[in-house]
């Protein structure tokens, strides 16, 4: 061979590694597009899911564009590197980011023009793929894109560890269904923690590498099988696992625990629509290190709340339970009424206007006005039948209604309300917002108010207290007159006790907190003035606007389920309201402390004042007894001889005109719990107050849920104390003592 065939031999053996080599030249210098800087690398962007996390340590729920959240390599299955490893790159710990043989079979395939001659992509160029490439239009743009993931691979192994690449490319993976990011991905498919997944579950999520949508188990689960084997197949033959156990794993099928990630799902729904908002606001006014504002949906914040997981499974079972069974004695209670559940002496015409104005508040409606629908065609789809999905207590039913049909469906259920507080942190505990948000999404705590009906009373006995009344101060049980002339009302006012049982006689205060008189609390109404009463409020902490007027006695206006158990545990806070907050601390992705959060405080009366209280609300659980009645009641007292509890406990029933509303805040030395419970209508209500008392609609669920946080104390850590009061205040309620009774009579 000549010298000159020579060189040309050699020209034609190098010129590929030459148009290589110039090919890898020229994309490093950014001729075929810019490449990720050098903080780019170090800092690839991920859009970040925020988490909610109970103080407990649990995951409530996150705010997403992508279901991702990280993990650290720590937090990973060995079973799951090992699969990864043996299917994707079996050489990833000796390579650079670039294997050889992988490159040969790419230089090969990119001039013969055989498409499959490669394709080995190493774990670090999936990686630089996912991270800073795009999808390409053609086969050269293809090409290019290789030439990147080459450059970018090679710096990334140079800035990063072997596992910190692992760990990277699990955090990055879609793997469909909401599930970014392995730690996201375990949850959906196997409801489980990443670090620990199983041999065969780990190779499910392993095998899906290859085409999440195609071997997606919850749609496809024979064929997602089959790919399972093949890394199965992979381990075996590299020596992860033995020929036995790869026998014995291959037959096995595969378990999902699917849990889609949605917000309708997961505990505490309403509490994170809640939080949502109030995380939104926090972020327009919080800047990163690089002076943007921080992003609730992809800047990866861990939000510790102070929601106990524990307790708040328990408040929403207990919520479900009784308001279910509660659902059917309304559903009973209505049976074969024309106009149910509304009044008989409703027209059709006034229920029309109800159901109209329902129409106008519904999602629909606003969707068809957006479109530009006009009026009388909006109707005319409202009166559509079409098929849908209803709401049920036995489950979901799928039927053919029409949209204002399924509005006067809608109207006979029984909603509700809770929160449970803990007293002297404002820590709130447990937040159920309603029976069920997928379907109803009014917050019943924080957003929605009611008429607090006899809940409100307490606070007139405090002001009471608080000016020198004593307990046991005796008040006749007669009507009280509020002259419209005095008072600037419309007409006189006399307002009624619910029953005629203890009509003229003498009874004491604790007696008629006890029993929920209104004739008692309209006398303290009279002696202390309105103004007084809503000076009170505003310091334990009431923020919605209530007037100066006489019935402010009876707890006629309007307030939440939240301002009520915050001003409640001003009694066992020993007089100091304290604002109830949800979240203790914000981290950012890294775990840094953004801010931390503690409740408002302030004094609203003396801790005498209190304490006397505490024990006035213990006797509506317990009953007070009365020597003009011969007999201890109290409109609590189911919480004993019904329910069972035998430890201190305090509380106060509410209900307000025609049974509309039905209250109880429950009072323990460590947990305040209020309920609220009613249909969205006030016309609709149960007829009678055997039915739609506070007793019967809202008691039995703070008696359900306390007696499951009391079986769980272990977890919990809310055990079953006395409530913390000196003994002199038991002096101070003991009505037997002539010396009150003698004190009591210079306030006549």
């Given at each position: 061979?000549t010298?000159?065939?020579?060189?040309?031999?050699w020209?034609l053996?190098?010129?590929?590694?030459i148009a290589?080599?110039?090919l890898?030249q020229?994309t490093?210098m950014?001729?075929?597009?810019g490449l990720?800087?050098?903080?780019q690398?170090?800092n690839?962007?991920t859009n970040?899911a925020?988490e909610?996390?109970?103080?407990?340590?649990?995951v409530?729920?996150?705010?997403?564009?992508?279901?991702?959240?990280?993990v650290?390599?720590n937090?990973?299955s060995?079973?799951?590197i090992?699969?990864l490893i043996a299917?994707e790159d079996i050489r990833?710990?000796?390579?650079?980011?670039i294997d050889?043989?992988s490159?040969?079979?790419a230089v090969?395939?990119?001039?013969?023009?055989?498409r499959?001659?490669g394709?080995?992509?190493?774990?670090?160029?999936q990686?630089?793929?996912m991270?800073?490439t795009?999808q390409?239009?053609s086969?050269v743009?293809r090409?290019?894109?290789?030439?990147?993931?080459?450059?970018?691979?090679?710096?990334l192994?140079?800035?990063?560890?072997?596992?910190?690449?692992l760990?990277?490319?699990l955090n990055r993976?879609?793997?469909?269904?909401?599930a970014?990011g392995?730690?996201?991905?375990?949850?959906?498919?196997?409801n489980k923690?990443?670090?620990?997944?199983?041999?065969e579950?780990s190779?499910?999520?392993v095998?899906?590498?290859?085409?999440p949508?195609l071997?997606?188990p919850?749609r496809?689960?024979?064929i997602t099988?089959e790919?399972?084997?093949?890394?199965?197949?992979?381990?075996n033959?590299?020596?992860?696992?033995?020929?036995s156990l790869f026998?014995?794993?291959?037959?096995?099928p595969i378990?999902l625990?699917?849990?889609?990630?949605s917000?309708?799902k997961?505990?505490?729904p309403y509490?994170?629509?809640y939080?949502r908002e109030?995380?939104?606001?926090?972020?327009a006014n919080?800047?990163?290190?690089d002076?943007?504002n921080?992003?609730?949906?992809?800047d990866g914040?861990?939000?510790?709340?102070?929601?106990?997981?524990?307790?708040?499974n328990f408040?929403?079972e207990?919520?479900?339970?009784h308001?279910s069974?509660?659902?059917?004695?309304?559903?009973?209670?209505?049976?074969g009424?024309?106009n149910?559940?509304?009044p008989?002496?409703?027209?059709?015409?006034v229920?029309?206007v109800?159901l109209?104005?329902?129409?106008r508040?519904?999602?629909?409606?606003r969707?068809?006005k957006?479109?530009?629908k006009k009026e009388?065609e909006?109707?005319?789809i409202?009166?559509t039948?079409?098929?849908m999905t209803?709401?049920?207590?036995?489950?979901?039913?799928d039927?053919?209604?029409?949209?204002?049909?399924?509005?006067?469906y809608n109207?006979f259920?029984?909603?509700?309300?809770?929160?449970?507080m803990?007293?002297?942190?404002?820590?709130?505990?447990?937040?159920v917002?309603?029976?069920?948000y997928k379907?109803?999404?009014?917050d019943?705590v924080?957003?929605?108010?009611r008429q607090v009906?006899?809940?409100f009373?307490?606070?007139l006995?405090a002001?009471?207290i608080?000016e020198?009344y004593?307990p046991?101060?005796?008040v006749?049980?007669?009507?009280?007159?509020?002259d419209k002339?005095?008072?600037?009302?419309?007409?006189d006012?006399?307002?009624?006790?619910?029953?005629?049982?203890?009509k003229?006689?003498?009874l004491?205060?604790?007696?008629?907190?006890a029993?929920?008189i209104n004739t008692i609390?309209?006398y303290?109404?009279?002696?202390?003035g309105?103004?007084?009463?809503?000076?009170?409020a505003?310091k334990?902490g009431i923020?919605s606007?209530?007037?100066?007027?006489?019935s402010?006695?009876?707890?006629?206006f309007?307030?939440s389920?939240?301002?009520m158990?915050?001003?409640?545990?001003?009694?066992v806070?020993k007089?100091i309201?304290?604002?109830?907050i949800f979240i203790t601390?914000?981290e950012d992705?890294?775990?840094?402390?953004?801010?931390?959060f503690?409740?408002k405080?302030q004094?609203?009366?003396?801790e005498?004042?209190?304490n006397?209280?505490?024990?006035?609300?213990q006797g509506?659980?317990?009953g007070?007894y009365?020597?003009?009645?011969e007999k201890?009641?109290?409109t609590?007292?189911?919480?004993?001889y019904?329910?069972g509890?035998?430890?201190?406990m305090?509380?106060?029933t509410?209900?307000?005109?025609?049974?509309?509303?039905g209250?109880f805040i429950g009072?323990t030395?460590?947990?305040?719990?209020g309920?609220?419970s009613?249909?969205?209508?006030?016309?609709?209500?149960f007829?009678?107050i055997?039915?739609?008392?506070g007793?019967n609609m809202?008691?039995?669920?703070?008696?359900?849920?306390m007696?499951?946080v009391?079986?769980?104390?272990?977890?919990t850590?809310?055990?079953p104390v006395?409530?913390?009061?000196?003994?002199?205040?038991d002096?101070?309620?003991d009505?037997?003592?002539?010396?009150q009774?003698?004190?009591?009579?210079?306030?006549?």
């Open positions: 061979m010298r000159k065939n020579k060189i040309l031999l020209v053996i190098l010129s590929p590694f290589l080599f110039s890898v020229l490093a950014g001729f075929f597009g990720p800087t050098f903080n690398l170090e690839p962007k970040l925020t909610i996390i109970s103080e407990d340590g649990a409530l729920g996150k705010y997403f564009f992508e279901n991702r959240s990280t650290r390599r937090e990973l060995q079973n799951l090992d699969a299917t990833f710990r000796s390579h650079s980011g050889g043989r490159l040969l079979r090969f395939g990119l001039f013969t023009g055989k499959n001659s394709g080995a992509s190493t774990i670090t160029q990686l630089a793929k991270l800073f795009e390409p239009s086969g743009g090409i290019m894109q290789k030439l990147k993931e080459w450059i970018i691979a090679a710096q192994e140079k800035r990063y560890t072997k596992d910190e690449i760990t990277m490319y993976f879609d793997w469909v269904n909401n970014v392995i730690k996201s991905a375990a949850q959906v498919y196997f923690k990443p670090t620990d997944l199983t041999l579950e190779a499910v999520l095998g899906m590498l290859k085409n949508a071997y997606n919850n496809r689960i024979e099988r790919r399972r084997n093949v890394v199965l197949h992979q381990m033959r590299y020596e992860f696992i033995s020929d026998d014995t794993l291959k037959q096995q378990i625990d699917f849990n889609i990630a917000h309708n997961g505990a505490a509490f994170r629509e939080l109030e995380l939104k606001k926090w972020c919080h800047t990163k290190p002076g943007t921080y992003n609730v949906y992809t914040l861990k939000v510790h709340t102070t929601i106990n997981s524990r307790l708040q408040a929403e207990s919520m479900r339970s308001i069974s509660l659902q059917k004695d309304f559903d009973h209670h209505w049976s009424y024309t149910a559940p509304y008989e002496e409703f027209t059709d015409s229920i029309n109800i109209d104005q329902a129409m508040r519904s999602e629909r409606y969707k068809l957006k479109e530009g009388k909006i109707k005319r409202f009166n039948k079409t098929q209803l709401f049920s207590w036995d489950g979901e039913i039927t053919t209604l029409s949209p204002r049909d399924s509005i006067k109207k259920f029984i909603h509700s309300g809770m929160m449970s803990e007293p002297k942190t404002g820590h709130v505990k447990a937040y917002g309603g029976i069920n379907n109803f999404k009014y019943h924080k957003l929605g108010k009906g006899s809940t009373k307490p606070f006995y002001l009471a608080q020198g004593s046991c101060y005796e006749p049980n007669i009507p009280v007159v509020f002339k005095r008072w600037g009302l419309e007409k006012w006399i307002p009624k006790n619910s029953g005629d049982e203890f003229d006689m003498l004491t205060l604790k007696f008629g907190m029993n929920s609390t309209a303290i109404m009279k002696q202390l309105p103004h007084a009463v809503v000076d009170l505003k334990i923020q606007k209530i007037l100066a007027v006489p402010l006695c009876l707890g006629t309007d307030l389920v939240y301002e158990v915050g001003a409640y545990s001003t009694f806070n007089g309201w304290t604002e109830p601390r914000i992705k890294n775990g840094v402390v953004l801010e931390d503690s409740p405080t004094e609203a009366m003396s005498e004042t209190a006397i209280m505490v024990r006035m609300l509506v659980v317990d007070v009365s020597p003009a009645v201890t009641l109290g609590g007292v189911r919480l004993r019904k329910y509890f035998k430890n201190q305090g509380g106060k509410g209900t307000t005109q025609n049974q509309s509303d209250w009072l030395p460590n947990l305040v719990t309920v609220w009613g249909c969205e209508d006030r016309a609709a209500h007829r009678t055997q039915y739609g008392q007793a809202a008691l039995p669920v703070f008696a359900e849920y007696q499951m009391y079986a769980d104390t272990a977890n850590g809310f055990f006395d409530f913390d009061i000196p003994v002199f205040i002096g101070k309620l009505c037997g003592n002539s010396s009774r003698k004190e009591n009579n210079e306030f006549d």
